[in-house]
């Protein structure tokens, strides 16, 4: 039987995984946002109850796949006390998937198997289309025997799943992909603003990066926008700064310098100072193309 799950963060990765796996034949239980009326939408829509609370959604499920915001929140939902995941969780997984310091994930993992419950973090290397469709990139760390129980789950969310190890190590993997690709979206802004200043076509500047070493993903998924100014959010400037953040403390922590990652935060930084962190990240070309509006 296929276990009840639970989702807490009804936001657009949250929601469109729910969608999923209602598509695959999963019950969803229960909807938990801190945005009430998000919570509403998303349960109405999946046929859930809109939990008003948290211990609502664990007691309504076998699983609860959580994607929340950051680190505090993280803690919030993972409390000791009051309104928390944690409240008669015994027997409960949690399959944590945002985009966080290793050391909340590895707190989370440690709260959860004090009241006798398991835990995963599931950090997602893709976006809001992959999330619909079930094609996440998913690296996932914690025990590797409750990754086995849960692995029929795992792959009906993914395509592309990897077992990297203990609780914290996907984060740190998660990390490094995220600081790697905003500093190829930060060098792709600079190449085409610097060439726009140039008078060159940027069309034929795209298709000769394509050929040469220029060449990355992201040229295959920003670029285009980056040059009409489509910042339609995917994955938001804000998140950006707040993942090369990460990256950049856990660089401090082993004593390693990064000083195109601590760049490229600066530049995301800017951006939310700017008023400008809910565009996409290619949204970081309004920095660097010549008399766009910042």
């Given amino acids: 039987m296929k276990p009840k799950i639970g989702i807490v963060g009804a936001g657009r990765m949250g929601a469109n995984m729910a969608r999923h796996l209602k598509d695959e034949g999963y019950q969803i239980s229960a909807i938990y946002d801190v945005y009430q009326q998000v919570a509403e939408e998303v349960a109405q829509e999946l046929g859930a109850q809109c939990a008003s609370n948290l211990p609502t959604v664990t007691a309504s499920s076998d699983v609860v796949i959580t994607v929340v915001t950051d680190d505090a929140a993280m803690r919030d939902i993972f409390k000791t006390q009051g309104d928390t995941l944690l409240a008669d969780a015994e027997g409960v997984t949690f399959i944590n998937c945002a985009t966080l310091s290793p050391e909340v994930h590895q707190d989370a993992a440690q709260a959860a198997q004090a009241v006798g419950a398991k835990s995963l973090e599931a950090a997602m290397a893709s976006s809001i289309t992959q999330a619909r469709n079930g094609t996440l990139y998913l690296m996932i760390g914690g025990e590797k025997a409750v990754f086995e129980e849960h692995k029929e789950l795992l792959e009906c969310l993914s395509t592309a799943l990897r077992y990297v190890g203990p609780t914290g190590s996907a984060a740190k993997v998660k990390a490094l992909v995220n600081m790697v690709m905003n500093i190829n979206t930060a060098a792709l802004?600079?190449?085409?603003?610097?060439?726009?200043?140039?008078?060159?076509d940027l069309e034929l500047l795209?298709?000769?990066?394509?050929?040469?070493?220029?060449?990355?993903?992201?040229?295959?998924?920003?670029?285009?926008?980056?040059?009409?100014?489509?910042?339609?959010?995917?994955?938001?400037?804000a998140h950006a700064a707040k993942d090369s953040g990460i990256a950049n403390e856990l660089a401090k922590s082993t004593g390693i310098a990064v000083p195109l990652s601590e760049a490229t935060e600066a530049q995301y930084k800017k951006m939310i100072d700017l008023g400008l962190g809910d565009l996409d990240k290619s949204g970081i070309a309004e920095l660097t193309f010549k008399g766009r509006g910042v």
Avoid at 189 to 197: C, K, N, P, Q
Wanted: net charge negative; glycine share 12%.
């Fill in 189 to 200: 802004a600079e190449g085409l603003g610097l060439g726009e200043a140039l008078g060159l």
């Fill in 206 to 237: 795209r298709e000769v990066f394509a050929q040469t070493g220029a060449n990355s993903r992201v040229l295959e998924t920003d670029a285009e926008d980056m040059q009409i100014r489509d910042h339609e959010c995917y994955f938001s400037a």
